[in-house]
């Protein structure tokens, strides 16, 4: 299965993204924010980053990148698109998740090993876990609060849409402790930790994250 | 050449972090009697040729497309009558929310 991972200028965690659909059995495809193709990929990985430096909002500018017009028709026909931290934040500016993201309660950047609990495994990232599991997957951001209107909250929990939730303490102020959220349809995530990072012994905080990239691959394999 | 002034701000129930850091800078100054401060952004858009109705409505439509969040921001547009920078209170007229 090829995965398409975006570079846009300002992207940190592209290789890292490319990397985890790698040791996760995948073919990655390295995309180019200029670029108004895919490539014919199967998925598409929104990553972390300072895409165009977080200039006017956080993932902004990056919403409007050539490339996104292809990653916005693909999402709305079910091609699974994940968007990580900064990905997460490009995916509610182009409105295919609702909610925005702002600067941190505390005023301060977060990086650390964060638990969450996955809430839905009805995605095409989450399939893979447990309903319920508790995993522990590394945050790190500085515009990590998820906010949204009453109403659209309420929506979110009521069709299953919260994904995954912080435990033990909210780290950034995030609505009702949401860490990442889906359309109605599943196929489209936005996660504000970073699985990418957590796929690996040796590198990171255990491979907790892995199955957020073997999900999709073995929705594929399985379809 | 006329500017338009687009001026965004964090909506009331959103909460302002950057806002309240500076109201906590403010005791630290010896400033009493401010109760609260909200910080936004203010885009100044020099137009080529009068500001028409049509040429109005666009910029509307790009402080809600692409200036502002509608779903975390307000913005409000407003013409500069003339090039002085001390300009009087120019008239706003305020973004509909969605």
């Known amino acids: 299965m090829r995965i398409g991972v975006v570079t846009f200028p300002g992207s940190l965690d592209d290789v890292d993204a490319a990397r985890a659909v790698r040791l996760a059995g995948g073919d990655p495809v390295p995309l180019w924010h200029a670029d108004h193709s895919l490539q014919g990929v199967d998925a598409v990985i929104l990553p972390g980053g300072f895409s165009y430096g977080d200039y006017l909002r956080c993932g902004a500018i990056a919403s409007f990148a050539p490339v996104m017009t292809e990653v916005v028709a693909g999402a709305l026909e079910g091609m699974p698109v994940l968007g990580i931290c900064n990905g997460f934040q490009i995916l509610c500016e182009a409105h295919l998740l609702p909610g925005a993201l702002i600067r941190n309660e505390e005023r301060r950047f977060i990086c650390r090993d964060q638990r969450l609990r996955i809430e839905s495994t009805s995605t095409a990232w989450t399939s893979g876990y447990a309903a319920g599991a508790e995993v522990t997957i590394v945050l790190k951001n500085g515009e990590g609060g998820f906010v949204a209107d009453e109403p659209t909250l309420d929506r979110l929990e009521g069709e299953g849409q919260v994904v995954a939730r912080y435990l033990g303490g909210n780290p950034n102020g995030s609505a009702r402790n949401i860490a990442g959220i889906a359309n109605e349809r599943g196929n489209v995530v936005g996660l504000m930790p970073h699985p990418e990072h957590a796929v690996e012994e040796l590198t990171g905080a255990g491979t907790d994250g892995l199955p957020f990239f073997t999900s999709v691959i073995r929705s594929f394999v399985t379809a | ?98």
């Open chain 2, 1 to 98: 050449m006329p500017r338009v002034v687009v001026s965004v701000m964090p909506k009331p129930e959103i909460l302002d972090p950057q806002g309240k850091a500076v109201h906590g800078a403010l005791a630290r100054l010896g400033v009493t009697g401010v109760t609260d401060v909200r910080q936004g952004k203010r885009f100044e858009l020099e137009v080529d040729g009068e500001v028409t109705d049509s040429r109005l409505a666009e910029i509307h439509d790009l402080a809600e497309r692409l200036l502002s969040n509608p779903v975390i921001e307000n913005y409000a547009v407003s013409v500069d009558p003339v090039e002085t920078p001390s300009a009087a209170e120019p008239a706003a007229t305020t973004g509909a929310p969605r």
